[in-house]
């Protein structure tokens, strides 16, 4: 069981990046997936996230309406699509997964399978 997250980059402030989170798991469409990021000196946080119970997408109010979460229509991969990028978007983004439906998507200790993470740093 393997995630792989790509797509990082250095970006200016109001611009974009897509980040992709790719699974060897056959059966990932019925994971509950996340994106969490942790920048320098702080706790890791969650960005958004995918219950596998009803299909339903978490979105940190940071990042509502300028973020959105998807998986792709193969059900390998789930994708982050980030826009108007602020400087405080900066931090090493993480993907995660795990099979149980039983909890909130939000809540990082739950996940038992992490990617090593990407860097996103938004600078001028």
């Known amino acids: 069981v393997q995630l792989v997250e790509s797509g990082g980059d250095l970006v200016q402030p109001g611009g974009s990046l897509r980040l992709a989170c790719t699974a060897s798991m056959s059966d990932f469409h019925a994971y509950t997936v996340g994106w969490f990021r942790q920048a320098p000196g702080k706790q890791r946080e969650v960005v958004s996230c995918i219950s596998s119970r009803d299909g339903s997408t978490f979105y940190a109010d940071s990042v509502k309406g300028r973020f959105t979460m998807s998986r792709d229509a193969a059900n390998t991969a789930v994708s982050l699509q980030m826009s108007s990028l602020k400087p405080e978007d900066t931090g090493v983004y993480f993907c995660?997964?795990?099979?149980?439906?039983?909890?909130?998507?939000?809540?990082?200790?739950?996940?038992?399978?992490w990617g090593q993470g990407t860097q996103v740093t938004v600078s001028s």
């Open positions: 995660a997964a795990d099979p149980s439906p039983y909890f909130f998507c939000g809540h990082s200790s739950e996940y038992k399978t």
